[in-house]
Structures are given as C-alpha cells and as structure tokens.
C-alpha cells in the first residue's frame, strides 16, 4: 500500500486503541468527562457513572439527612426525639471518596485496566465511621433518666390490739438502664436503626403490702372439761 495509507492505518489504529484504553480505565461520557468506575461503594452506596463532584454532593447529601433522622423514643405515655445532630455526631467521607476514585483513575493504563477487571469479581467497598460527643449522649441519656427514674416506696404498718393495720400502701419503682440505652443509641447513630422503647426495669419495695397481710399460721383447741372450768 501506499506510505499515505499506511500512516493513516497507523493513525487510525492508534486512535482505535486510545479511546478502547480511556474505556476501559472509567466510565467516560460522550462529553469525555470521567466517572466513577463499576462496583465501587462507599457506605453502602455505588457510585458508579457519578462524577467526582456529584459524588462527594450525593454523598454529603445522604450525610445532612442522617444527621437530622429523628428517632422517637417511647416510655409508657413520654416520648423523647432523638437525632445524632443532638450529640454532634459527624461523618467524614473525604478520604475514602477519594480511595475510590483513585480506582480506575490513578496509575498506568495496565494498572488501571487490571483494577478494573478485578472490581467485577469483587466489589471495591469502603466504609467511614461516624463519631460523636460521647459527654453530650451521657447528658441525653442522664437528663431522660432524671424524668424516668422513680425510688420505690415501703409499706408502713401501724400495730392495733386487733392486728397490723397498713398505713401506707407500697409503690413499686422505676430505674432506666442508662448503659443499655447508651448503647442503643450509639447503634442507632452506626446503623440507623435500634429499639425505640426505653430500657426500663421495675423496681420492687423492700416492704411491699402484700407482705404485711395477716395470714392464719396455725389453729389449736382443747377441750375445757376442768373442775374450775373459770
């Protein structure tokens, strides 16, 4: 063939092979812009076909609202609202949005080709942990304490030349568990999810009123048959 078609054979392949490599390395829009490769995940959400921004937008998106998901927590006829905003709890994503897109991204094009390859067999997933002020959840936990907590009340027995005579009636008591509640809470702030029912436990009297009834132990008789029956 002539060296003009040869060259532009040339050129043509090379063409051919670039744009299979940019394919290949990360998802690329007809506008050329790079997204996010297959099978990357960060908390649990895919990010592929995103860009970078529209990532760290999403994910800061999904960041507001776990901040702000109230949960009702419930004791017989109280409720309390709880949000990981009230502790100031917080979720860094940044280092890992950029693990993950450093995958398809970074290194050479046989690097990233091979990355690629092996994100379909397994799955890239990173995971940011959320902190808190563990002094702001003591005081939550603490102030629904203050409201919930009940000392238990004795009975009080007043003796009569008859029998005891209960002056005052027993109560049972209420006590929260404050570490069990301490430690739903900060499941819910990693999960999203725990028992919105309070942990309380009853508590009962040391002198309770059923204690102080009088109850017959024994019976005995003997006939009377004596010379000075008086």
């Known amino acids: 063939l002539p060296l003009g078609v040869k060259l532009g054979a040339a050129i043509l392949a090379l063409a051919l092979l670039v744009f299979g490599g940019v394919k290949l390395i990360g998802r690329v829009s007809s506008s050329g812009v790079e997204r996010y490769v297959d099978n ?13 921004d529209e990532g760290v937008a999403y994910m800061n998106e999904l960041r507001d609202k776990w901040l702000n998901q ?12 709880f949000s990981p905003a009230q502790v100031n709890a917080t979720l860094d994503f940044g280092d890992n949005m950029e693990k993950a897109w450093s995958l398809g991204h970074v290194g050479s094009r046989a690097d990233r080709k091979l ?9 890239a997933e990173f995971v940011s942990d959320p ?20 000392a238990p009340i004795d009975a009080e027995v007043t003796l009569t030349e008859l029998k005891p005579v209960i002056t005052r009636a027993s109560v049972n008591g209420w006590k ?6 301490k ?37 005995f008789s003997t006939a009377v048959t004596f010379r000075t029956s008086a």
């Open 183 to 219: 430690a739903n809470l900060i499941e819910l702030i990693e999960t999203g999810k725990t028992d919105p029912k309070l942990p309380v436990n009853e508590v009962l009297p040391a002198v309770a009123s059923e204690d102080m009834e009088m109850k017959v132990v024994a019976k």
């Open 40 to 52: 990357v995940f960060v908390n649990g959400v895919q990010l592929t076909g995103m860009t970078k």
């Open 131 to 150: 902190t808190y002020d563990e002094a702001a959840l003591e005081k939550f936990v603490a102030d629904i304490a203050a409201q919930v907590d009940l």
């Open 115 to 123: 990355i690629i390859e092996g994100l379909k067999r397994a799955p």
């Open 176 to 181: 929260l568990d404050q570490e069990q509640l």
């Open 70 to 81: 109230t949960t009702t927590l419930t004791w017989q006829d109280q409720s309390w609202d």
